[in-house]
T-cell receptor
Framework: SQKIEQNSEALNIQEGKTATLTCNYT??????LQWYRQDPGRGPVFLLL?????KEKRKERLKVTFDTTLKQSLFHITASQPADSATYLC???????????FGKGTHLIIQP | NAGVTQTPKFQVLKTGQSMTLQCAQD?????MSWYRQDPGMGLRLIHY???????DQGEVPNGYNVSRSTTEDFPLRLLSAAPSQTSVYFC???????????????FGPGTRLTVL
């Protein structure tokens, strides 16, 4: 089965710096890789999707890269703000009907 | 649009009791699913549906039943609650599922269930 690893420890970043979160996976390569944000007591919210044939995707201050050789995706938040503090989830879409496989998430803390 | 709604927000059950967690979406999405989220673990898929009348099991289906009589609704039934089912339950929907960019999931706010 697919195994997904995200930084298990909380990531503390100073405001204004770039936060980089890692998502590593084993076994097969997904058709798509998605990133979600989850705030305490709320459901995950979709942020970005990247296809297996794409190297990089950007949306405002967010950037996602996808390296199928390394089996890794990196999620970057530039010019980070305290409001970016949340848990970020990586999810793999294998292309089947049985849904996404989620990582455990990385808790990001942006310190003012 | 209300998006994905879930009721109740909180629920406490005694071991052996049954209950239904409600989920509805108003986006005309074909694909709906139920996840549970436990501390230190990722979201795990319980059951999913690719359309009205069609359901299938996910990773952790034991102890749960689902049905999909309409496109909008996808209730999750706990048949005989056990303490191991204490968790946060999320319902999600998407336009499709099967390797398309429209597979992005819209999640509900969750139901926090405690089984004593």
């Amino acid at each position: 089965s697919q195994k997904i690893e995200q930084n298990s420890e909380a990531l503390n970043i100073q405001e204004g710096k770039t936060a980089t979160l890692t998502c590593n996976y084993t076994n097969y390569s997904p058709a798509y890789l998605q990133w979600y944000r989850q705030d305490p007591g709320r459901g995950p919210v979709f942020l970005l999707l990247i296809r297996e044939n794409e190297k990089e995707k950007r949306k405002e201050r967010l950037k996602v890269t996808f390296d199928t050789t390394l089996k890794q995706s990196l999620f970057h938040i530039t010019a980070s703000q305290p409001a970016d503090s949340a848990t970020y989830l990586c999810a793999l879409d294998r292309g089947g009907a049985d849904g996404l496989t989620f990582g455990k998430g990385t808790h990001l803390i942006i310190q003012p | 649009n209300a998006g994905v709604t879930q009721t109740p927000k909180f629920q406490v059950l005694k071991t052996g009791q049954s209950m239904t967690l409600q989920c509805a979406q108003d986006m005309n999405h074909e694909y709906m699913s139920w996840y549970r989220q436990d501390p230190g673990m990722g979201l795990r898929l319980i059951h999913y549906s690719v359309g009205a009348g069609i359901t299938d099991q996910g990773e952790v289906p034991n102890g749960y039943n689902v049905s999909r009589s309409t496109t909008e609704d996808f209730p999750l039934r706990l048949l005989s609650a056990a303490p191991s089912q204490t968790s946060v339950y999320f319902c999600a929907s998407s336009y499709s599922m099967g390797g398309a960019s429209t597979d992005t999931q819209y999640f509900g706010p969750g139901t926090r269930l405690t089984v004593l």
